[in-house]
């Protein structure tokens, strides 16, 4: 059985088998201890029975009163726990916060590449609002879908219309 509980100072030296994934970014330490002390709702762990971390999510809430939203910065799904529906269930839990907290939309942003990643979002309900060329540093640089799902509040669904041209992300809000 999966267990939901806040990321803590301590899980920082037990996701390595989380984190080491060539599709997940990791960052450094005081990244992730910003999103603790600003965001902690949006911080959250799934544990296994022996206590061993098999994802996270990572996320805040921003904006301006018309576009407020919910944002996902990371969600990662140790190798041997995916396709078990662990990341549906912590995408679901982010997506209850920011309904609580009012906001329009969540949104996310994901390498064009990974491919499989995309799928499961739009397993999720997610649609692909824009592409933000050049998102992900590397040689080359790749670029990224910013991939939204309309909360309850936008009933018309007008945050989540697809832009028909690519943006630099100095573009984005």
């Not at 064009?112 to 590397?138: D, F, H, P, Q």
């Not at 697809?162 to 630099?168: F, K, N, S």
């Amino acid at each position: 059985m999966t267990t939901l509980r806040p990321f803590n100072c301590d899980d920082l030296f037990k996701f390595n088998n989380v984190n080491l994934d060539t599709l997940t970014e990791t960052y450094a330490i005081p990244f992730y201890m910003q999103y603790l002390a600003h965001w902690p709702e949006y911080f959250q762990v799934a544990e296994s029975p022996t206590g061993e971390i098999m994802g996270y999510i990572m996320g805040k809430s921003e904006g301006q009163p018309d576009s407020w939203h919910g944002h996902v910065t990371a969600l990662t799904v140790a190798p041997e726990y995916r396709r078990l529906g662990v990341a549906g269930v912590l995408m679901n839990w982010l997506e209850e916060i920011s309904e609580k907290k009012d906001a329009w939309f969540v949104d996310l942003y994901v390498r064009v590449s990974n491919t499989v990643a995309i799928s499961m979002y739009k397993s999720l309900g997610y649609t692909v609002y824009r592409t933000v060329l050049e998102y992900y540093s590397g040689d080359p640089d790749e670029d990224a879908y910013d991939m939204r799902k309309a909360l309850s509040r936008d009933v018309e669904k007008k945050s989540i219309v697809p832009l028909e041209h690519p943006v630099r992300l100095d573009d984005c809000d």
